[in-house]
């Protein structure tokens, strides 16, 4: 049973606009959650995180936002640029990221110039 | 710096056949971390050294699975023997103790595993 939930395996977005990618979890005790952003044929590279003490992150044109009563958070992404193109990966840990990362799906974000 | 380093890059073998799977963590990270991504689906966690001990290996598979790291630098594993499941690509990740594991995991690019 999946604990990270991607339910969008793709995205399309222009060039300049914002990019929403949604992630769920199950597991209550999950309590750090990443984002990894993955290009073809590399490893997943760390992007960004949240504790669930906080409710946004932001860095750059990336923002998360989490929301621990319906256990969602969602990656925001303005303005979005073509090099943004890859895939999303979602993670999560419990114990204050001494779990293993559990990983949704991902979501394929092409943006098209 | 050199990154996390996976060998080879690409293998194609038979069902029945062994495997080896070597990863170069970064220099200095005591924490290293095996995880696999069958096609199409999440990537899941197979285990965790801390230097050359086993913290966790809840996410190996089965005893076809063998991971070691001796010494508590490079890493392999073993898939021994091979059957058409275990196709997908294998990634190995390192860290530094001491801090938040998760947001410093460096991953490498990864083996992709083809069992024929």
């Known amino acids: 049973d999946q604990q990270v939930k991607q339910n969008s395996p793709s995205l399309s977005v222009q060039e300049g606009r914002i990019s929403i990618l949604n992630c769920d979890y199950t597991?209550?005790?999950?309590?750090?959650f990443l984002w990894y952003k993955k290009y073809p044929a590399e490893g997943p590279t760390f992007l960004i995180s949240?504790?669930?003490?906080?409710d946004k992150n932001e860095d750059g044109r990336f923002t998360v936002f989490l929301n621990k009563s319906a256990k969602h958070l969602s990656l925001h992404i303005v303005p979005s640029q073509p090099g943004d193109s890859a895939v999303y990966f979602c993670?999560?840990?419990?114990?204050?990221?001494?779990?293993?990362?559990?990983f949704g799906k991902g979501t394929r974000l092409s943006v098209i110039a | 710096e050199a990154g996390v380093t996976q060998f080879p890059s690409h293998s194609v073998i038979e069902k029945g056949q062994t495997v080896t799977l070597r990863c170069d963590p970064i220099?200095?990270?005591?924490?290293l971390y095996w995880y696999r991504r069958v096609m199409g689906k999440e990537i899941k966690f197979l285990l965790h050294?801390?230097?050359?001990?086993?913290?966790?290996e809840s996410g190996m598979p089965n005893n076809r699975f063998l991971a070691e790291r001796t010494g508590g630098t490079y890493s392999t594993l073993k898939v021994q023997p091979a059957e058409l499941e275990d196709s997908g690509v294998y990634f190995c990740?390192?860290?530094?103790?001491?801090?938040?594991?998760?947001?410093?995991?460096?991953f490498g690019p990864g083996t992709r595993l083809t069992v024929l």
């Open positions: 990740a390192s860290s530094p103790l001491g801090h938040l594991a998760t947001d410093t995991q460096y």
């Open positions: 220099s200095g990270h005591d924490n």
């Open positions: 949240i504790s669930s003490i906080k």
């Open positions: 597991n209550s005790m999950f309590d750090y």
């Open positions: 050294f801390v230097k050359e001990s086993k913290q966790d």
């Open positions: 993670a999560a840990s419990a114990d204050s990221g001494n779990t293993p990362l559990v």
